[in-house]
């Protein structure tokens, strides 16, 4: 490949295909990102490469199930090569198969689940490309790996996520190890996306639940709705900048993080027992002397009054000295089970597109469930509640305990 080849993929993929010493390169997300067509491109790439180094072997393309061609990959990887001139130059594309012109490399489209055995009789698999990988069983992994075994071989790995905790998901997403690079691809950062799909995906976004939309556009696991907190209570939906001044106020709440947790300050009004959060602020390992940045991202942080997690006066103190009216919210036992009977007795939550990461954790903020029945259990599960603490925070009075007695904590 000259170095002056151009090669059509999505900027946020190019370093993936870039980095140096990695086994794995792997990408998830929801529909319409371009990764399928683009690691089918690059597949490509690699089998010219190869050709080009004086190498032979195969480049092998799996799914789990495939009965037939019809149900492989094979028809991406044709128009992947035949849109590149210089590609389609260096293959030999026929009906039922692909292979360079000088015959050195061709492709192997299998399935998974049946073919594993013959799978590890395949000459110098010098590339294996695993798509629509959600549903690969651990097993399937256990025998897969060692099966590509020549010297700088490479496994590729694309999905769309659907089950939390599913063996690609934990091998390639979850616990990576050094040798593998993960990206996630959503419609978002495809800059080829079409207006067909555009049209397709404002549909689904007006009539599926909102954790439907984000499992098939967004990248999301498909959740239990179950055991979602604000299950059938919030939608995400646009609505004017100046609806907020109908609202007798503006509340602002601000949740502080601790390690790897982010620091949010979130706003948003009530109307017609309607809330409506319109602007957020989330940063991860924000600095302290940089919070106040922050706060001044979400419009109108300095003229409203800000509640925030009385767990750390010392950053409210610092704050209030950098010109926010800022103070603590009240905290008791059962408050946080309070505040979310509260939000659950709007009629309606609305969430304002722009507020990207309200949206995640409305959708991902969950009860935990019984690890043995999958029984929804009473007690909420950590690490998707940041937002919705600061939403909480800036309800303070209005959101009522059971106990006459403040206790701040």
């Given amino acids: 490949m000259s170095e002056t080849a151009q090669l059509p993929i999505p900027a946020k993929l190019a370093p993936l295909f870039t980095a140096t010493g990695k086994r794995y390169r792997c990408s998830h997300g929801g ?11 690059m597949t490509a790439v690699k089998a010219y490469q190869s050709m080009m180094n004086g190498e032979s072997g195969v480049i092998l393309c799996a799914r789990e199930f ?61 590339l294996c490309w695993v798509d629509e990988a959600e549903s690969v069983s651990e097993t399937a992994w256990t ?40 990206v996630e691809m959503n419609y978002s950062d495809n800059p080829w996306f079409p207006k067909v799909l555009e049209g397709d995906r404002l549909n689904d976004l007006r009539r599926l639940d909102p954790a439907t939309y984000a499992w098939v556009w967004e990248g999301a696991y498909l959740e239990n709705s179950d055991k ?85 006066p010392e950053t409210i103190s610092y704050l209030r000295r950098k010109g926010f009216d800022i103070s ?16 659950r007795g709007f009629d309606e939550i609305i969430i304002h597109p722009r507020c990207k990461n309200v949206a995640r954790e409305a959708r991902m903020w969950s009860y935990k469930t019984d690890r043995i029945t999958g029984e929804v259990l009473p007690k909420l599960a950590d690490g998707y509640e940041h937002c919705w603490d600061a939403i909480r925070y800036s309800l303070d009075g209005h959101i009522k305990g059971r106990s006459t007695v403040w206790d701040i904590m």
């Fill in 66 to 126: 495939m009965n037939s061609l019809e149900e492989s990959s094979m028809q991406e990887v044709k128009q992947a090569i035949l849109s590149v001139p210089w590609l389609a130059a260096n293959f030999d594309i026929g009906e039922n198969y692909i292979r360079t012109t000088d015959r050195s490399v061709r492709y192997v489209f299998a399935g998974l689940r049946h073919n594993l055995d013959s799978i590890k009789s395949k000459a110098r698999i010098l």
């Fill in 228 to 312: 979602q907190v604000l299950a059938g209570k919030y939608r995400i939906a646009e609505f004017s900048d100046t609806l907020w001044k109908e609202a007798e106020r503006l509340f602002f709440g601000g949740d502080f993080g601790f390690a790897k947790d982010p620091n949010t300050l979130i706003r948003s009004f009530i109307l017609h027992n309607r809330l409506y959060i319109e602007y957020e602020a989330y940063g991860l390992q924000t600095e302290l002397d940089h919070m106040p940045a922050l706060y001044d991202s979400v419009p109108g942080s300095r003229d409203w009054p800000i509640k925030a997690d009385s767990a750390r």
């Fill in 328 to 343: 603590a919210a009240k905290k008791w036992q059962g408050s946080v089970e309070d505040g979310v009977a509260h939000l």
């Fill in 143 to 182: 025998k897969l790996t060692p099966t590509v075994r020549e010297e700088d071989s490479e496994i590729w790995v694309t999905w769309n996520p659907e089950r939390d905790g599913s063996a690609t998901d934990k091998r390639f997403r979850k616990s990576p190890g050094d040798d593998c690079i993960t």
């Fill in 31 to 41: 529909r319409g990102s371009a990764k399928t067509r683009t690691f089918a491109l």
